[in-house]
């Protein structure tokens, strides 16, 4: 029998059926990352969304045989120690194929069209004091023959793709930043930076993508870009990205991560200067949340542990 123990039960809001397998089944609302060691113990499984289970965790977790994460990123989990002792982890894939690039799309309709800004505007009575049935306070762009670099290829970068095109937008589909060679059908990391009306990050964290868009990367680009992230806080040196949006670097920039989540008080994204710029929009990691892509995680967090109890783990990361 498998002892199942499911840590983040608060953190998607779906309907999570049980497996059709033999086990028990142990859920909490949430937990502290001071609780994961105790609450797994005994656990064969363990179902975790981004609560951190490293080296140390692993060794003292001896019967532990899978991690399930909720999630498709997998950077909270140490998976050199699970391949050393034959734990299974398994990801979620594809489910938010829709949510998320409609998410990408939203923020960079809202920046060109400089919709925070009207609205405040709004508020300020700016409309009702208008001397003819409008006004032009804030410049408004097209999407349409704007150039999107896309970084990051997948479902979710492809699914962006497919949006803009929609949108009559000219697609870059970027190569790695350290690339020796560029491949067909891509574009060199720093030509993409410096042509681009908007460049959306979609690859996923690690040791080579950390920081790929600092100083340098914000100064080579346009000064009417803008730079979207649904991706990883982490790609982005946050720091730099503050003074571009003080300092006029480029014209905008809408995320929906930030290296760490939930984020302190000072975080250098978050100070109060920063989010009352109408060129700057902030959402909470929510461009994965829709009400059918939190069901099509659950439903495929089921079908992983299910599988693995066969004994035909299926979408494996190690």
Known sequence: MERIVYLEGESIVADVR????AH??????????????????GATIAVVNKLCIDAGAIARLPALRMIAVAATGTNNVDLEACRARGIVVSNIRGYAVHTVPEHAIALMLALSRNLAAYRESVQAGRWQRSEQF?????????????TLAVVGGGSLGSGVARLAAAFGMRVLQV????????RAGHTPFAEALAVADVVSLHC??????????????????????????????????????????????????????????????????LAPELLALP????????????????????????????????????????
């Open 18 to 21: 049980r497996p059709a397998c």
């Open 24 to 41: 028990e089944w142990i859920e909490y609302a949430k937990t502290t990352q001071a609780e994961v060691e105790a609450r797994l113990a």
């Open 134 to 146: 409008c006004f032009f306070d804030h410049p408004i762009r097209d999407l349409h023959g704007a």
């Open 175 to 182: 190569e790695r930043k350290d690339a020796a060679a560029c």
């Open 204 to 269: 996923p964290l690690t040791p080579e993508t950390r920081g790929l868009i600092g100083e340098a990367e914000l100064r080579a680009m346009k000064p009417s870009a803008l730079l979207i992230n649904t991706a990883r806080g982490g790609l982005v040196d946050e720091a730099a990205l503050a003074r571009a949006l003080k300092e006029g670097w480029i014209a905008g920039a809408g995320f929906d991560v930030l290296s760490q989540e939930p984020p302190a008080d000072d975080h250098p994204l």
């Open 279 to 318: 060129n700057f929009l902030l959402t909470p990691h929510v461009a994965w949340a829709s009400r059918p892509a939190m069901q099509a995680l659950a439903d495929q967090l089921i079908d992983n542990i299910e599988a693995f109890a066969r004994g035909e783990p299926k979408n494996r990361v190690a």
